[in-house]
């Protein structure tokens, strides 16, 4: 089985950090070492980032998070992603060497829209994140938009100059457009489809499936669209060496959002013991202190 571990071995991880999504609620963390779950009083925090707030737990030392939930490949993934690292491991090193610049701009405005960051592996496999590059079928830019998808986000199409080549314009109007594809969806998986093939065409999968999972109605959708969102998320593995909100289905990221609600718990309650136990063990020594010093 693909997972964290395996993945660590091949590709290496820069710092410490779990997420999860949780339900209009966010984290603090107090010095006691308790994590503090509060319902968010920011009234600008837009449902579309995973439907809540983000928690993170970076602040947290390994040992505190070794038994921390993992978010699993879904086993329909694993031969692909496995093969496709493989055979394009070298393609892909060379489009991370290049990545910076593009990944700073499309970070910043994705982070504005509260959308997540991990989405620019899309343009990865869209475009290789060439801005100039134009398909057979007339998508051009690192989000390879079509020119009435790019007109509809206010784009410039066309003349001596194409907006869809400047990556800062084009990743605002990409933004936009998967906006719009979640609100259909509330689905990420979903929406990297749809972005692929159109909603039309995953709408009608979903009818056709009964289900809105995309592994049980992947079957309903153009092959290119299948291998898309499998490539999307083996790309998310090489850049992210684990998987992400957005490699997983809805009902995977829910799954996962109450077994990290669990955990927290779990860590609350085992600091409250220790809090417990070593103010116990104060009184004590205190009270021993004093029966000495009175006796004196």
């Known amino acids: 089985m693909l997972n964290r571990n395996s993945i660590k071995k091949a590709f290496p991880i820069y710092g410490l950090l779990v997420m999860i999504a949780l339900i209009m609620m966010s984290a603090t963390r107090t010095y006691s070492g308790t994590f503090v779950l509060s319902a968010s009083k920011d009234t600008s925090v837009q449902l579309l ?8 737990l970076s602040g947290a030392p390994d040992e505190e998070l070794i038994d921390a939930p993992e978010i699993q490949l879904n086993n329909q993934a694993e031969d692909f992603v496995s ?7 070298r393609e892909l090193q060379k489009i991370k060497d290049r990545s910076e610049s593009c990944f700073t701009v499309m970070d910043k405005i994705f982070a504005e829209k509260n ?15 060439k801005p100039k590059i134009v398909s057979r079928a007339g998508a051009m830019g690192a989000w390879q938009l079509m020119p009435v998808t790019a007109r509809h986000f ?66 309903y959708l153009p092959k290119e669209t299948r291998a898309h ?47 417990r136990v070593r103010a116990e063990e104060w009184n004590v020594e205190n009270t021993t202190t004093g029966t000495i010093a009175g006796n004196e």
């Open 49 to 56: 980032r995973f439907d809540s707030v983000m928690l993170e």
């Open 229 to 275: 969102v499998k490539k999307f998320i083996s790309t998310h593995y090489f850049f992210e060496g684990e998987g992400g909100i957005c490699t997983v289905t809805r009902s995977e990221a829910d799954a996962y959002r109450k077994k990290m609600n669990e955990y927290v718990a779990s860590q609350n309650k085992k600091y409250e013991d220790l809090q």
């Open 115 to 129: 959308l997540p960051l991990e989405l620019k592996y899309l343009a990865v496999i869209e475009s290789q994140l």
């Open 154 to 219: 206010k784009l410039k199409v066309g003349g001596q100059y194409d907006e869809r080549g400047n990556v800062y314009k084009s990743t605002i109007a990409a933004a936009k457009y998967l906006e719009y594809l979640h609100k259909i969806f509330g689905d990420w998986l979903l929406v990297i489809a749809s972005y692929n093939s159109g909603p039309g065409k995953v709408l009608a999968a979903i009818k056709k499936s009964g289900s809105r999972d995309f592994w049980k109605l992947q079957q």
């Open 83 to 89: 093969s496709y690292l493989k055979v394009n491991d």
